[in-house]
C-alpha cells in the first residue's frame, strides 16, 4: 500500500509563497489620500506599492461618488498613464471637478500648470485665478507661486495685499520656507503703500 502524501509536501516553501493572492489594499482615507498628494508620492502608491489593484475603486469613487480627493487622483492617473491608458485631456476635466469641490491641492497643481504651461497652454489669467483661490485656503506653494507671479509684473496691483495677507499669516517650522516667505514679503511690501502692507498683516478672518 502506497503511503498518502500530503498536498503540501509536493511543493517547496518557496514554490507555495508564489501562489500566494496578494492580500487586499484598503482604499485610502480623504485625509491620508491628501497627505500623499501632498508629498507627491501618490502615483508612485497607486503603481509601484498597491500595484494598480485599486484602480476600479478610484473610479468609482471619482465617478460615483465625486469625492474631490478621489477626482484629483483619478485625474492625475489618467494625465500620466498610471494604471489606465493616457488621456490627458479626460484627466485634467477630473483635476478641474476636484478644483471646482475646492480642493486647494487641485487648485493649486492647476495654476502651476497654466502658470508654466504643464499639459495645457500657458494662460496667466487662469494661473491666478487658481492660485489666488488656493492660496486664500491655506495652500503655501500656491501662496508663494501668487506672490512670486504678481512680482513678476503680472496680476494686478489689488492682489498684492492679498497675497501679503496669505504668506504674513503662515505658520511653518521650516527654516528654509520661512527665509523664502520672508524673501517675498520684503519685496512685496517693496511695492506696497504702507496702510496697505499694516491692513495685510492683520490676523486671518479679521
Known amino acids: 500500500m502506497v503511503a498518502s502524501v500530503g498536498v503540501f509536501s509536493l511543493f517547496s516553501t518557496s514554490a507555495i509563497a508564489q501562489f500566494r493572492v496578494p492580500e487586499a489594499v484598503q482604499l485610502y482615507t480623504d485625509d491620508e489620500l491628501v497627505r500623499l498628494i501632498r508629498?507627491?508620492?501618490?502615483?508612485?502608491?497607486?503603481?509601484?506599492?498597491?500595484?494598480?489593484?485599486?484602480?476600479?475603486?478610484?473610479?468609482?469613487?471619482?465617478?460615483?461618488?465625486?469625492?474631490?480627493?478621489?477626482?484629483?487622483?483619478?485625474?492625475?492617473?489618467?494625465?500620466?498613464?498610471?494604471?489606465?491608458?493616457?488621456?490627458?485631456?479626460?484627466?485634467?476635466?477630473?483635476?478641474?471637478?476636484?478644483?471646482?469641490?475646492?480642493?486647494p491641492e487641485a487648485l493649486e497643481q492647476l495654476g502651476r500648470y497654466y502658470h508654466v504651461g504643464q499639459l495645457v497652454q500657458p494662460d496667466m489669467r487662469r494661473a491666478i485665478l487658481y492660485l489666488r483661490e488656493a492660496a486664500s485656503l491655506g495652500n503655501l506653494p500656491a501662496q508663494k507661486r501668487f506672490a512670486q507671479i504678481l512680482l513678476n509684473g503680472h496680476g494686478s496691483a489689488l492682489d498684492f495685499e492679498a497675497a501679503y495677507h496669505y504668506l504674513h499669516n503662515t505658520v511653518t517650522a521650516?527654516?528654509?520656507?520661512?527665509?523664502?516667505?520672508?524673501?517675498?514679503?520684503?519685496?512685496?511690501?517693496?511695492?506696497?503703500?504702507?496702510?496697505?502692507?499694516?491692513?495685510?498683516?492683520?490676523?486671518?478672518?479679521?
Do not use: W
Request: charged share 30%; net charge negative; proline share 3%.
Open 39 to 103: 508629498q507627491n508620492t501618490h502615483l508612485q502608491r497607486v503603481r509601484d506599492i498597491d500595484d494598480c489593484q485599486l484602480y476600479q475603486d478610484i473610479q468609482a469613487q471619482a465617478e460615483i461618488e465625486r469625492r474631490p480627493t478621489y477626482q484629483f487622483l483619478y485625474g492625475d492617473m489618467l494625465a500620466y498613464a498610471v494604471c489606465y491608458e493616457r488621456d490627458v485631456a479626460l484627466g485634467v476635466s477630473y483635476m478641474e471637478q476636484a478644483a471646482q469641490q475646492g480642493l
Open 174 to 206: 521650516d527654516t528654509t520656507e520661512h527665509r523664502e516667505i520672508q524673501r517675498l514679503l520684503n519685496a512685496l511690501e517693496e511695492k506696497m503703500p504702507t496702510r496697505i502692507v499694516e491692513r495685510a498683516r492683520l490676523p486671518l478672518n479679521s
